[in-house]
């Protein structure tokens, strides 16, 4: 069993593309050129299967490619999802918005979704919408 770090580094964030991988690699990095022993841990990632057609690297590959470790170390494969898990973000992929909304604007539990419609909505974007919601199995 390996010893447990004598530092604990951790860089977190609320949203997306704001910058938490690429601070991450740049001080593991760091770290690693001075001699630490590094590791990162992602606990899941998403991304965009055309992005990576096009030869973009996941979160976990650049992670990886910082500390020397196997991209699956840094993100266990059963957490490494081809589309976004989150229904907001899911949603927002296929040009909807449907925005999350958890505690405390809403008691703790399960969050919920906001669903705003208009009568300048369109049959055919209610329709994409419904046919979003159940794909990704969000029950209405």
């Keep these: 069993m390996s010893a447990r770090p004598d530092r604990l580094l951790v860089v977190l964030g609320t949203a997306t593309e704001v910058g938490k991988t690429w601070v991450g690699c740049r001080l593991l990095e760091a770290r690693r050129a001075a001699g630490d022993r590094v590791a990162a841990r992602k606990p899941a990632q998403s991304w965009d299967p055309a992005e ?28 490494d999802h081809g589309v976004a898990p989150a229904p907001p973000m899911a949603a927002a992929r296929r040009g909807l918005l449907v925005p999350g909304i958890c505690p405390p604007s809403v008691p703790p539990g399960p969050s919920r979704l906001r669903v705003t419609l208009s009568a300048a909505h369109t049959d055919a974007q209610v329709e994409a919408l419904l046919a979003a919601l159940t794909d990704l199995g969000v029950a209405w």
């Design 52 to 79: 990576r057609a096009a030869g973009a690297r996941t979160d976990a590959e650049l992670l990886a490619a910082a500390t020397g470790e196997a991209p699956s170390a840094v993100c266990p494969a059963d957490r």
